[in-house]
C-alpha cells in the first residue's frame, strides 16, 4: 500500500481512493487486513498528555530567586544556632510556597480532552459484515456507516450519502450544518468547503452515508490541532513577566548591598559574626516577603468579583492580563451573536417586511403587517411550518430548537404573526415528502387540502433551484399575480451580499386523488409565496460593549470560520472597522508571509473562512506587534489560538471541553459584554496590586536603609531579623491586603490600556517610595538613638523602631487608597475591611509590645506613652508630607495639561 500520511483526498476520484487505500467500498477489509493495519497504525486515539505531580508543583514555588535569598538567610541563622529566627525564616517561605500551591489552577490538559471526544463507537463493515466497533480500533481503509447522530469517528472521504449534514462547527467555526456530497474537489479547497469528507470530532446531525476511513489518530485534523496545542507556548503574563524581573533585580541589589554591609563592618572593625547577622538582617529586610501571598489573593479576590460577572478564571494571572489587553479577537457565532438564526426580513405577495425580535422566543413582530389584508404574506409564513421538520420548545427560560436551526428560524417567524406549528399541522395534515438532497437543494411537503379540494404542496429551498420553477405569485389577497423574476433575484442579491441566508417558498396545487409526492410533480407550475432572509443576529449588548471597549482603546477583532459577507454584516452591525470594510478571507491570508501578517493583522478588522492554523498566527503577529491578545473561541479549531494568547476565553455553554482546558478563562453565558466587564475588573485588580507593592516596598527600603546606616555608623542593630519579618508578614496580611478590598475608582474604562513594556511603578511612583522610605529610616533610627539616649534597653528602643514602621505603614495606607486622590475623595469608610485590618494590627502590635511570650521570640519590652506618642508622630508626619506630595503633582499636572 502507498504512504497515505499527509494525503489530500478530497481531490481523489473515489476508485483512486479505494486503490490507495487497498480496499473496498461495498464489504471494507479483510479480518487479516484488519489486524495487520491496526499493528502498522496503532488505536485511533490521540496521545495523552501527563500533568506535573502535584510535588514537582509545589517544589517549583520555591524555584524563584528571592525565595533563594530567604533560604540562604535561614541556613545561616540556623549555623549561627538562632534557631527562632531561622524558624520563623523558614516558616514564612513554606506559607507563601503553600499559598502559591493550593491557588494554582489545574494544569492545562487540552490533548487529554481532545482524546476523549476520539472515545465513541462507531458502525463499520468489515469483511462484508456490519458491526458496532471501538471508534479506537479504526484503520485506514475501514468502512465506516454514518446516519444522524452520530460522532463522526476519524477522517473519512464519502463513498455514498443520501441528504448528509453535518455539523462541523467544533472544528472549522461554519455556524451552519454543512451540506455533504461525494463529487472530487479541486486540490486547493479549504478545510470548511471540503464537501466530500467528514472530520473526526464533528457530528452529523442529518441524514446518511457510507465513508472510508482515510487518516485515524495523530493523522486527523483534530490530531493536527492537537500537535499544534502541544507546540503552541503558553505566554508568561504581563504581571508575571514584570514580577520576574523586578524579582531579579531585587536579587542583585539585595546580594550587592549585603556584600557591601558585611565588607564594611569587618573593614570598621566589627566582627564577621555580628556582620553576618547584619547582612542577613538588610537580605530579609529588603525582600518583600508578602508580595507573593499578597499577589496570589488579590487575584483570587478578582477571581470572586468576575464569577459575579459570568467570568471564571481558570489561571489567577488572567485576572490582571485582562487588565493589560490591547487587542480582542473575538469569534463570532455565539459570542457576538445570538446563535440562534432569526428572520430579518420578508419578501411576499411584492412587499418587503422587517422582522423584529431575536433568537428563538416568539417575542417580536412584522411590519407592515395586517392579518386581514396580507393574505399572501401569512401563506409564506405557513408553507415555512409546513414544509418543516423541526420543532421549538421553550425550555426553562429559553426557548430551543429541535433540529436545524434554519428550519426554527421559520417556525419563530410564523409565530410572530400568530401562526403555531400544533394548529396549522392539524389543520393541514401532511401525507408524504421529498426530504432535502444537496443536488436537488429544496425540501417539499404533500397537505391534504379540504374535501374535494386539490391538494397542496409546499416548497422551501434554494433562490436558483424554486424561481425558474415559478409561472405566477400570490397578491396580498391571496390572488394570483404575475412572477417578477428579475426583481425577485435582484432582491434575493442583495440579501445575500448583506450577510442574510435566503430561502424561496413555493406552492403547487395537485389532483386530490395524489397520495404520494415525486420530484415530478414540483418540477414545473409552481406559485412564488415569497422569500424569507435569516441571520444569526448580533447581540443587543454586545454593540455597547465592543463601543465600551473602543472607549478604553482595546482594538477589537472579529475571527471566524463563517462565510466573509456574513461575517462583514455582523461587523458592521456591532461597529468593528469602517462601514466599507470587507472581511479578509483565510485564502488571502495564506498568501502572506509572516512579516506582511504582522501589518495584515494590524491593519484588518474582520477575518472570515480563518483555519487554525491562521487563528494561531493572526495571535502571533498581533504579538509580534507587542499587543496583549485576548482570544475568545468555542470549538476544538479554536484551542492552539486560545492557549497562544496572552489569555484564552472559551465559551461555557456551547464551547467544547478542548476549547475550556486551553483558556485561560471562561465565560458562563458565552457573552462579549462580560469580557468588557472582565477587563473592567482586571484593571481595577492591576490598580490594587499596583497600590499594594507602592505601599509595601517602603517599609522594604526604609528597612535596608536602617541596617545599612546602622552598619556605617558603627552603631547596634535598630531591628533584629526575627522583627523584620514580624513587620513585613503581618502588616502584608493586615494592613497591604485590605487595599485588595478596594472599589474600581471612577473612569477606569476611559483610560488607555497599558503599555505591556511599561514597568508596574512609574518614575512618580518609585520617588514616593523612596522619599517614605527615607522618613521611615529618619524615625526609626532617630527614635531609637533617643530610645538609647534616655536610658531605654535595647530591646525597648528596638521595640520603639519596630512600631515605627508598624504606625508609619499604617498611616501611610490610608494615602494609598488611591494613587493620586485623597483618601476623603473616596470616602473614609468606603473600604470596611480596611479599617477591620487596622484596627486587627493595632491589637497585635499591643500583644507584640506587652505580652511575655511575644517578647521573649521577637526581642520586644514594654514601653510607655511618651514613646506611643512619639512614634505616633512620625506616622503623622508621613500621611501629611504624602499628602502634600499627591496635592502639588495634582496641580503640576493640571498645569501642563493646560
Known amino acids: 500500500m502507498e ?27 479483510d479480518i487479516f487486513e484488519l489486524e495487520r493495519r491496526q499493528k502498522r497504525f496503532g488505536p485511533n486515539r490521540l496521545p495523552d498528555s501527563k500533568p506535573q505531580p502535584a510535588l514537582v508543583r509545589f517544589l517549583l514555588h520555591f524555584h524563584q530567586p528571592l525565595v533563594y535569598i530567604l533560604l540562604s538567610a535561614c541556613a545561616i541563622t540556623a549555623a549561627l544556632q538562632e534557631w527562632v529566627d531561622a524558624g520563623v525564616i523558614l516558616g514564612v517561605v513554606l506559607v507563601n510556597a503553600l499559598v502559591g500551591f493550593l491557588q494554582e489552577s489545574n494544569a492545562v490538559n487540552a490533548i487529554l480532552a481532545l482524546a476523549k471526544t476520539l472515545d465513541i463507537q462507531a458502525t463499520v463493515v468489515r469483511a462484508g459484515k456490519k458491526q458496532r466497533v471501538p471508534a479506537t480500533s479504526l484503520v485506514p481503509g475501514d468502512l465506516v456507516l454514518l446516519q444522524s447522530g452520530d460522532r463522526v469517528p476519524a477522517d473519512l472521504r464519502l463513498v455514498q450519502c443520501r441528504d448528509l449534514q453535518v455539523d462541523e462547527s467544533s472544528l472549522t467555526g461554519e455556524s451552519l450544518p454543512v451540506a455533504k456530497r461525494i463529487e472530487e474537489l479541486p486540490p486547493r479547497t479549504p478545510l470548511a468547503d471540503r464537501a466530500n469528507m467528514a472530520y473526526a470530532s464533528t457530528l452529523v446531525t442529518y441524514g446518511v452515508a457510507r465513508a472510508v476511513v482515510v487518516a485515524t489518530s495523530e493523522a486527523t485534523e483534530i490530531g493536527r490541532i492537537s500537535a499544534l496545542i502541544a507546540s503552541s507556548e503558553a505566554l508568561a503574563t504581563p504581571l508575571t513577566r514584570r514580577i520576574a524581573d523586578f524579582s531579579r533585580l531585587l536579587l542583585y541589589v539585595i546580594i550587592g548591598l549585603a556584600g557591601a554591609t558585611f565588607a564594611v563592618g569587618v573593614l570598621r572593625g566589627e566582627t564577621w559574626l555580628n556582620m553576618l547577622m547584619a547582612s542577613v538582617a538588610l537580605a530579609v529586610g529588603a525582600i518583600p516577603e508578602g508580595l507573593p501571598a499578597a499577589m496570589t489573593i488579590t487575584l483570587a479576590i478578582g477571581v470572586r468579583r468576575m464569577a459575579r460577572r459570568h467570568a471564571i478564571i481558570r489561571k489567577l494571572p488572567a485576572v490582571e492580563t485582562l487588565g493589560s489587553t490591547t487587542v480582542i479577537c473575538s469569534d463570532k457565532t455565539g459570542t457576538l451573536t445570538q446563535n440562534q438564526m432569526t428572520v430579518r426580513r420578508i419578501l411576499a405577495a411584492g412587499a418587503e417586511h422587517r422582522v423584529s425580535g431575536v433568537g428563538y422566543a416568539p417575542s417580536g413582530s412584522i411590519d407592515p403587517f395586517d392579518p386581514a389584508r396580507d393574505r399572501g404574506l401569512l401563506e409564506c409564513l405557513r408553507s415555512g411550518v409546513l414544509c418543516n421538520d423541526s420543532a421549538l420548545k421553550e425550555i426553562g427560560s429559553g426557548w430551543r430548537v429541535e433540529g436545524d436551526p434554519t428550519e426554527g428560524a421559520l417556525l419563530t417567524a410564523a409565530a410572530k404573526a400568530g401562526i403555531l406549528q400544533g394548529d396549522i399541522e392539524s389543520a393541514l395534515p401532511r401525507l408524504d415528502a421529498i426530504p432535502f438532497e444537496s443536488q436537488h437543494q429544496y425540501m417539499a411537503t404533500l397537505h391534504e387540502g379540504g374535501v374535494g379540494e386539490p391538494r397542496l404542496a409546499y416548497l422551501k429551498g434554494s433562490i436558483e433551484s424554486l424561481l425558474p420553477r415559478c409561472v405566477n405569485a400570490l397578491d396580498a389577497s391571496g390572488g394570483e399575480a404575475p412572477f417578477l423574476l428579475a426583481d425577485t433575484q435582484r432582491l434575493a442579491h442583495a440579501w445575500a451580499e448583506s450577510g442574510m441566508r435566503v430561502m424561496a417558498f413555493a406552492r403547487a396545487e395537485l389532483p386530490p386523488e395524489i397520495d404520494g409526492l415525486a420530484h415530478a410533480d414540483v418540477s414545473a407550475g409552481l406559485t412564488f409565496l415569497g422569500l424569507q432572509g435569516m441571520l444569526d443576529p448580533p447581540r443587543p449588548e454586545a454593540v455597547p460593549a465592543v463601543e465600551a471597549c473602543q472607549s478604553a482603546g482595546i482594538r477589537v477583532k472579529m475571527i471566524t470560520g463563517d462565510h466573509g459577507a456574513t461575517a462583514g454584516a455582523i461587523a458592521q452591525a456591532i461597529g468593528l472597522g469602517g462601514a466599507a470594510e470587507r472581511a479578509l478571507s483565510g485564502a488571502s491570508l495564506a498568501g502572506f508571509s509572516d512579516g ?27 504579538q509580534a506587534r507587542g499587543h496583549v491578545v485576548a482570544m475568545t473561541g468555542d470549538g476544538v479549531n479554536d484551542a492552539p489560538a486560545l492557549r497562544r494568547a496572552d489569555i484564552g476565553v472559551a465559551m461555557g455553554l456551547e464551547g467544547t471541553e478542548v476549547a475550556k482546558e486551553a483558556a485561560d478563562m471562561i465565560l458562563t453565558d458565552d457573552n462579549f459584554a462580560s469580557i468588557e466587564a472582565a477587563v473592567e ?53 493586615l494592613l497591604g491586603l485590605m487595599l485588595a478590598f478596594e472599589p474600581k475608582e471612577a473612569g477606569i474604562m476611559r483610560r488607555p490600556p497599558r503599555d505591556p513594556e511599561a514597568p508596574i511603578l512609574t518614575r512618580p511612583l518609585l520617588q514616593r517610595i523612596g522619599f517614605v522610605g527615607i522618613l521611615l529610616l529618619a524615625g526609626s533610627f532617630g527614635l531609637f538613638e533617643w530610645a538609647l539616649s534616655s536610658g531605654a534597653s535595647e ?45 486587627t494590627m493595632l491589637l497585635l502590635q499591643l500583644g507584640l509590645t506587652y505580652l511575655p511570650p511575644m517578647n521573649v521570640v521577637f526581642h520586644t519590652a514594654p514601653i510607655g506613652g511618651e514613646e506611643w506618642a512619639a512614634v505616633a508622630g512620625v506616622g503623622l508626619v508621613i500621611y501629611v508630607s504624602v499628602g502634600l506630595e499627591k496635592k502639588l503633582r495634582r496641580a503640576f499636572d493640571r498645569g501642563a495639561e493646560t
Open 3 to 29: 504512504t497515505i500520511l499527509g494525503r489530500h483526498w478530497h481531490h481523489l476520484p473515489l476508485q483512486e481512493v479505494a486503490g490507495i487505500l487497498e480496499t473496498s467500498p461495498e464489504d471494507g477489509l
Open 681 to 733: 475588573e482586571g484593571r481595577g485588580v492591576f490598580d490594587n496590586l499596583t497600590k499594594f507593592i507602592l505601599w509595601t516596598l517602603p517599609t522594604n527600603v526604609g528597612e535596608g536603609l536602617v541596617i545599612l546606616a546602622a552598619v556605617l555608623t558603627g552603631a547596634v542593630l535598630p531591628i533584629l531579623p526575627v522583627q523584620i519579618l514580624w513587620i513585613n508578614m503581618t502588616t502584608a496580611v
Open 795 to 839: 530591646s525597648e528602643a528596638r521595640t520603639v523602631a519596630v512600631n515605627v514602621f508598624v504606625i508609619g505603614e499604617l498611616f501611610y495606607l490610608f494615602n494609598c487608597r488611591s494613587l493620586t486622590r485623597s483618601m476623603f475623595s473616596l470616602g473614609v469608610f468606603s473600604n470596611r475591611w480596611l479599617l477591620l485590618g487596622v484596627g
Open 596 to 622: 506582511e501578517l504582522v501589518d495584515v493583522a494590524e491593519a484588518a478588522s474582520v477575518f472570515a473562512r480563518v483555519s487554525p492554523e491562521q487563528k494561531l498566527r493572526l495571535v502571533q503577529a498581533l
